[in-house]
């Protein structure tokens, strides 16, 4: 692998059969190589081959690089190239990240030198592509036609309006990707947004709630330790409460407490008047 992707040293052929770990190539053992680039060999970096200018712009902006190529890092399960001369990681949902090899000094000249390579930056993607956010791993349902347009909606961040320490300018820029997706990929986080904004709906929970309910119906064990769960949580929870919280949690459980009072009431006479009505 380090050899497909022209991480070893020239001047000595290398046949992975027959190598040995102490061989050495211009001085270095074939072991340290080997566990320099580690992460290479697992599939969590990949060796991109980029011209002299790029390389040198890599490096500036804290990239590794070796012979001629920058070492870029993603997950096993996305793949890194060279895509109309500039570096991406795509994933299998559609998804690109874009590595933009400009020099970080704070975050706001960040920003401001992307805005003065718009022209290149937009020439990236397709007619049928767009621009997207990842911000601290999360991801919007929002999605671009130009880098323009995504930068003036970024620079809305109170988090980047705000900010003046410089360690959470460095954690922000850290933390923050430009993607590029293409029609099927932006659909799918749209998606998997729309998804998870239901999943957290007092709707969809109540009626989850109701599933488990049924299933721990017949595991009285298994219901017993849940209720014996749920009721330390709540425990914890009352314990964290102080101040306003308190008295808003405490207003709200005697409006709850009266509201089930009155079901009790309501029930009991239904029941007393049953009798009645079947007669």
Same mark, same amino acid.
């Given at each position: 692998?380090?050899?497909?992707?022209?991480?070893?040293?020239?001047?000595?052929?290398?046949?992975?059969?027959?190598?040995?770990?102490?061989?050495?190539?211009?001085?270095?053992?074939?072991?340290?190589?080997?566990?320099?680039?580690?992460?290479?060999?697992?599939?969590?970096?990949?060796?991109?081959?980029?011209?002299?200018?790029?390389?040198?712009?890599?490096?500036?902006?804290?990239?590794?690089?070796?012979?001629? %190529?920058?070492?870029?890092?993603?997950?096993?399960?996305?793949?890194?190239?060279?895509?109309?001369? !500039?570096?991406?990681?795509?994933?299998?949902?559609?998804?690109?990240?874009?590595?933009?090899?400009?020099?970080? &000094?704070?975050?706001?000249?960040?920003?401001?030198?992307?805005?003065?390579?718009?022209?290149?930056?937009?020439?990236?993607?397709?007619?049928?592509?767009?621009?997207?956010?990842?911000?601290?791993?999360?991801?919007?349902?929002?999605?671009?036609?130009?880098?323009q347009q995504l930068l003036d909606d970024l620079e809305r961040y109170e988090d980047i309006r705000k900010v003046t320490s410089k360690l959470k300018q460095q954690e922000i820029y850290h933390n923050l990707e430009?993607?590029?997706?293409?029609?099927?990929?932006?659909?799918?986080?749209?998606?998997?947004?729309?998804?998870?904004?239901?999943?957290?709906?007092?709707?969809?929970?109540?009626? &989850?709630?109701? %599933? !488990?309910?049924?299933?721990?119906?017949?595991?009285?064990?298994?219901?017993?330790?849940?209720?014996?769960?749920?009721?330390? %949580?709540?425990?914890?929870?009352?314990?964290?409460?102080?101040?306003?919280?308190?008295? &808003?949690?405490?207003?709200?459980?005697?409006?709850?407490?009266?509201?089930?009072?009155?079901?009790?009431?309501?029930?009991?006479?239904?029941? &007393?008047?049953?009798?009645?009505?079947?007669?």
């Amino acid at each position: 692998m380090l050899k497909k992707q022209g991480l070893l040293p020239t001047g000595k052929k290398v046949d992975a059969r027959s190598a040995l770990p102490n061989w050495k190539i211009k001085g270095k053992k074939l072991s340290t190589i080997v566990k320099k680039y580690d992460d290479v060999v697992s599939g969590k970096a990949t060796a991109v081959k980029v011209t002299a200018s790029q390389l040198k712009q890599f490096r500036k902006t804290g990239f590794e690089t070796a012979n001629k %190529r920058v070492l870029v890092p993603h997950s096993k399960s996305e793949i890194a190239k060279l895509k109309q001369g !500039q570096v991406t990681i795509t994933n299998k949902s559609g998804v690109e990240r874009v590595q933009l090899p400009i020099e970080y &000094h704070n975050l706001r000249q960040y920003l401001t030198d992307i805005r003065k390579n718009a022209p290149v930056i937009n020439k990236l993607k397709k007619k049928n592509e767009y621009f997207g956010i990842r911000f601290f791993g999360g991801q919007r349902a929002m999605f671009y036609s130009n880098i323009q347009q995504l930068l003036d909606d970024l620079e809305r961040y109170e988090d980047i309006r705000k900010v003046t320490s410089k360690l959470k300018q460095q954690e922000i820029y850290h933390n923050l990707e430009i993607l590029r997706m293409n029609e099927p990929g932006a659909s799918g986080v749209s998606e998997r947004i729309r998804t998870r904004k239901k999943r957290m709906s007092k709707e969809y929970n109540r009626r &989850h709630a109701k %599933r !488990q309910r049924k299933l721990m119906k017949n595991r009285p064990r298994s219901l017993a330790k849940a209720r014996a769960s749920a009721a330390q %949580r709540q425990a914890d929870y009352r314990k964290r409460l102080k101040g306003p919280q308190k008295a &808003h949690y405490l207003k709200q459980a005697r409006i709850r407490a009266a509201r089930n009072k009155k079901k009790k009431k309501t029930r009991r006479r239904k029941g &007393h008047n049953e009798p009645h009505r079947r007669a």
